[in-house]
């Protein structure tokens, strides 16, 4: 697909692999808004790239109508969606309580399931769109102290190939993307320890390859895909 002109909407876009993804499409003409439940990191990033910003929690049913609806109406209609909010709680199973491993799957996965249905009745309708889910490695293999944020991800997967399967009769395009270990705030903000490092991803990577799926003649699509550091050790 063309991007220039496109419309986009991108959640947890106000940093990270999220911000990064919205330059790049904002780099290519698209018109794109940028969703987080932050309202002076929205405002702050949404004026950097030249976005639109909302103010929103992709966990609360309102607030992810009230942001397609915006988008809709800001810019005629809505193109792409970019499932990309989330975070993690990483315990071991006897200490993981109710409350955190069901607030990672209200964002990770009842989040990306709002925004994604309201997006796709815009998709049906025009007959068209690309719907963009970013999950990760940990949602293809499962590790220690990862039963929340490693869980939400296979739940993420295993909903987006159930989307694939309604949405492709209406020429709705569905991509998971798994990034593996990425230079960003997410670690930090979830108390895990991260090195900085010149061999590791930067969100330029994830957001280089996802303009690339998108690129292709919208005839055909990539269902799924991983990015890999090369050499990050």
């Not at 808004?33 to 609360?60: C, F, H």
């Not at 990577?205 to 996802?210: H, N, S, V």
Request: aromatic fraction near 6%; hydrophobic fraction near 45%.
């Amino acid at each position: 697909m063309k991007l220039e002109h496109s419309r986009a909407l991108v959640t947890g876009g106000s940093e990270g692999i999220g911000l990064g993804i919205a330059e790049a499409l904002a780099a290519k003409g698209a018109k794109v808004a940028i969703m987080a439940r932050s309202k002076d990191k929205v405002e702050k990033a949404a004026k950097k790239i030249g976005a639109l910003g909302i103010v929103g929690d992709v966990g609360r049913e309102a607030d992810a109508v009230r942001a397609v609806q915006t988008v809709v109406a800001e810019f005629g209609g809505i193109d792409i969606l970019v499932n990309n909010a989330g975070f993690g709680h990483f315990l071991p199973l006897v200490e993981m309580d109710q409350a955190r491993f069901e607030e990672v799957f209200r964002t990770n996965v009842t989040g990306a399931m709002l925004m994604a249905r309201e997006a796709a009745r815009h998709f049906v309708a025009q007959k068209s769109g690309t719907l963009i889910n970013i999950s990760s490695t940990s949602g293809l293999k499962g590790g220690q102290n990862g039963s929340a944020y490693s869980g939400s991800k296979f739940a993420l997967r295993g909903m987006t190939e159930c989307w694939r399967e309604e949405l492709r009769r209406h020429n709705v395009r569905v991509t998971l993307v798994n990034p593996s270990e990425v230079l960003t705030d997410f670690s930090s903000k979830v108390g895990r320890s991260q090195e900085a490092s010149g061999k590791k991803l930067r969100p330029q990577e994830i957001a280089d390859a996802i303009v690339g799926a998108l690129e292709i003649d919208a005839r055909g699509f990539i269902p799924e895909f991983s990015v890999f550091a090369t050499n990050p050790f």
